[in-house]
């Protein structure tokens, strides 16, 4: 069936990059998407990609995908405490649903 | 643009009685909206797609009669847990589409439930 993955943990110190990696399985969807969760508060659309490219970059954020390997990752260059949160990658699942398919999601730890 | 309410933001309740919660969307018209479970440190359980005007798509082994979903106008779908109990306390969040380029589901702040 269709899945999402991604690693649970992520600790890194102020001021390094962080990249949180994420494997799926259906390759239909046209779009990928990073949303990012604070504590306590809903998610919020952090970036997306459009499955046509293999990079998108917005400020510190870099978007890789590769679509053989079925990977997507995210970067963010000069990581802050602000930054910490949950990082959930998400696609569509197949058969036009509507229906968002979430990782189970990467806490990012950022240690000053 | 694009923002999704949620009302109320935090609800505590005794065990029986039913709760209410709003997802509105502000400043566009949602095509379909979702529901949403969320345990601790867990991902999102999708609970029900929601159209307005026809009747709530559930996930499977989703009570319907238990959460009851209506999506009456383009910018309103309520949540109503009813009879809730402890097992039923959770963080919920909705989301919608509709409002963006990228076919993308905006979020609510998502509303804490406990059932005493």
């Known amino acids: 069936g269709e899945d999402v993955e991604q690693s649970l943990f992520l600790s890194v110190r102020e001021g390094d990059s962080s990249v949180i990696n994420c494997t799926y399985t259906?390759?239909?969807?046209?779009?990928l998407y990073w949303y990012k969760q604070e504590p306590g508060a809903g998610l919020q659309l952090l970036t997306y990609i459009f499955s046509n490219m293999d990079m998108k970059q917005d400020q510190r954020l870099t978007v890789l995908l590769n679509k053989k390997d079925k990977h997507l990752s995210l970067r963010i260059a000069d990581t802050q405490t602000g930054d910490s949160a949950i990082y959930f990658c998400?696609?569509?699942?197949?058969?036009?649903?509507?229906?968002?398919?979430f990782g189970q999601g990467t806490t990012l730890q950022v240690k000053p | 643009g694009a923002v999704v309410s949620q009302h109320p933001s935090r609800v505590i309740c005794k065990s029986g009685t039913s709760v209410k919660i709003e997802c509105r969307s502000l400043?566009?018209?949602?095509?379909?909206m979702f529901w949403y479970r969320q345990f601790p440190k867990q991902s999102l359980m999708l609970m029900a797609t929601?159209?307005?005007?026809?009747?709530?798509?559930?996930e499977q082994g989703v009570e319907k009669d238990k959460f009851l979903i209506n999506h009456a106008s383009l910018t309103l779908s309520t949540l109503t847990v009813t009879s809730a109990h402890p097992e039923d306390s959770s963080f919920y969040i909705c989301?919608?589409?509709?409002?963006?380029?990228?076919?993308?589901?905006?979020f609510g702040p998502g509303t804490r439930l406990t059932v005493l």
């Open positions: 400043d566009f018209q949602a095509t379909t």
């Open positions: 998400a696609e569509y699942g197949s058969g036009n649903t509507g229906k968002l398919i």
């Open positions: 929601s159209n307005e005007g026809s009747k709530a798509t559930y």
């Open positions: 989301s919608a589409t509709g409002g963006g380029t990228y076919n993308e589901q905006f």
């Open positions: 259906d390759s239909s969807s046209t779009y």
